[in-house]
């Protein structure tokens, strides 16, 4: 059974990045429903406060399709009968994800034991990246004026990743609150270093970045040694071209519910031979979001993943000498399921755009810019026959 027989595409709700062909494959649910347990309560964020509300563990060994062990570096964030996502962030098979719960926690032996077989290989060695997240079960969720839920950035193991069940509603709030995994996905590149250096490309989800003007995948080239911007990071859409650095190539797959992934880094900007002024790093890109609840409700309030802006470069006037500004990062994935029909008032906004160039301008000098961003990918589906156990 596909995730869609169960749920229709809304296609009036799409904006142009949305990616609109369907042809997904089995996509796993734990044996919870659909919307979830509510074990967790009720959660309400207050005015001015910010929460994460997912915890993130990596997976150390090789575990092969099917396998219901994984050993973990952060075993006691679990708790048996509890929900977990596994997704494989980078490298071979990234992408792939699935839903499944907690069955058994070994602590002296830091495993966990799931209650349906991995249905990809998942792996943490060399350049490849997989993780398990907690999935929060609540009875409602409610965001206050100026609420945040936000997310662990990811750090090159873990993080990326806002995830949630709830049983009842979730309302977003006024315009000021937000769900937000901006800026928290693949990693901006670093800025050139004194002695005319590259910039680093972006991260994407595959390969090393390294000081280079090509894209690193979706990952934005670097800018040039020669004071150039780095490449805009990429992911439903290529990220533009920096002044020399080489945007990202496109990545994103028809649906969400067959892959899933952050948005890529933008390229660092390039350093001339001056010592002191600096060039702008690339925009960190949107991570992933993704929510289940019968209704979402708002009053403004924003559910988004955009990609983080490219940093600025800087200008020593006394020796003279522009860098390159940073890449934009690319913008992430939001995944939306509900009962309900989409507001049509604006009351929900979804924001999955890409970073904004790095650059510089003043009277007289005028840095070389980075590349913009590309778009990320949402989807919204609705609930077409009622919650169901898939397995």
């Given at each position: 059974m596909t995730l869609l027989d169960n749920y229709k595409l809304f296609t009036d709700f799409a904006p142009t990045t949305e990616i609109s062909t369907q042809n997904t494959t089995a996509w796993r649910f734990s044996?919870?429903?659909?919307?979830?347990?509510?074990?967790?309560?009720?959660?309400?964020?207050?005015?001015?406060?910010?929460?994460?509300?997912?915890?993130?563990?990596?997976?150390?060994?090789?575990?092969?399709?099917?396998?219901?062990?994984?050993?973990?570096?952060?075993?006691?964030?679990?708790?048996?009968?509890?929900?977990?996502?596994?997704?494989?962030?980078?490298?071979?098979n990234a992408g792939e994800s699935m839903f499944a719960r907690v069955t058994t926690v070994d602590f002296n032996r830091s495993f966990i034991i799931i209650s349906a077989g991995l249905t990809f290989d998942c792996s943490s060695t060399e350049s490849n990246r997989c993780q398990v997240v907690t999935v929060p079960h609540f009875v409602s969720v409610t965001l206050k004026d100026q609420a945040?839920?936000?997310?662990?950035?990811?750090?090159?193991?873990?993080?990326?990743?806002?995830?949630?069940?709830?049983?009842?509603?979730?309302?977003?709030?006024?315009?000021?609150?937000?769900?937000?995994?901006?800026?928290?996905?693949?990693?901006?590149?670093?800025?050139?270093?004194?002695?005319?250096?590259?910039?680093?490309?972006?991260?994407?989800?595959?390969?090393?970045?390294?000081?280079?003007?090509?894209?690193?995948?979706?990952?934005?080239?670097?800018?040039?040694?020669?004071?150039?911007?780095?490449?805009?990071?990429?992911?439903?859409?290529?990220?533009?071209?920096?002044?020399?650095?080489?945007?990202g190539v496109a990545y994103a797959t028809s649906s969400l519910t067959e892959k899933i992934f952050m948005g890529s880094g933008g390229g660092g900007g390039g350093k001339d031979s001056t010592c002191c002024a600096l060039p702008g790093a690339g925009g960190n890109g949107g991570g992933i979001v993704m929510i289940f609840t019968p209704v979402i409700i708002g009053s403004g309030g924003t559910i988004s993943s955009c990609g983080g802006k490219g940093q600025d470069a800087g200008h020593n006037f006394a020796e003279g000498g522009d860098q390159g500004g940073g890449g934009g990062g690319a913008g992430g994935s939001v995944l939306l399921i509900t009962d309900s029909?989409?507001?049509?008032?604006?009351?929900?906004?979804?924001?999955?755009?890409?970073?904004?160039?790095?650059?510089?301008?003043?009277?007289?000098?005028?840095?070389?810019?980075?590349?913009?961003?590309?778009?990320?990918?949402?989807?919204?589906?609705?609930?077409?026959?009622?919650p169901m156990t898939l397995y």
């Open positions: 044996p919870d429903e659909y919307f979830g347990t509510g074990k967790d309560g009720t959660l309400v964020v207050n005015e001015l406060d910010t929460v994460r509300i997912n915890k993130f563990a990596q997976v150390l060994k090789v575990t092969k399709k099917g396998s219901k062990k994984l050993k973990v570096n952060r075993v006691n964030i679990f708790t048996a009968g509890k929900e977990v996502y596994i997704i494989q962030m980078k490298g071979s945040t839920i936000s997310g662990a950035s990811w750090n090159g193991e873990t993080g990326g990743i806002i995830v949630f069940r709830s049983k009842n509603m979730a309302d977003v709030g006024s315009r000021s609150s937000q769900i937000s995994a901006c800026g928290i996905g693949f990693r901006g590149g670093t800025y050139g270093e004194n002695g005319n250096k590259y910039g680093f490309q972006g991260e994407s989800y595959t390969g090393s970045a390294s000081r280079s003007h090509a894209a690193n995948r979706g990952g934005g080239g670097g800018g040039s040694r020669y004071s150039s911007g780095g490449g805009g990071g990429a992911h439903s859409s290529s990220g533009s071209d920096g002044s020399y650095g080489n945007g029909e989409i507001p049509k008032n604006g009351s929900v906004s979804i924001d999955v755009t890409g970073g904004a160039a790095g650059t510089k301008s003043n009277v007289e000098y005028r840095a070389n810019a980075g590349g913009k961003g590309g778009y990320g990918v949402y989807k919204w589906l609705q609930n077409t026959r009622g």
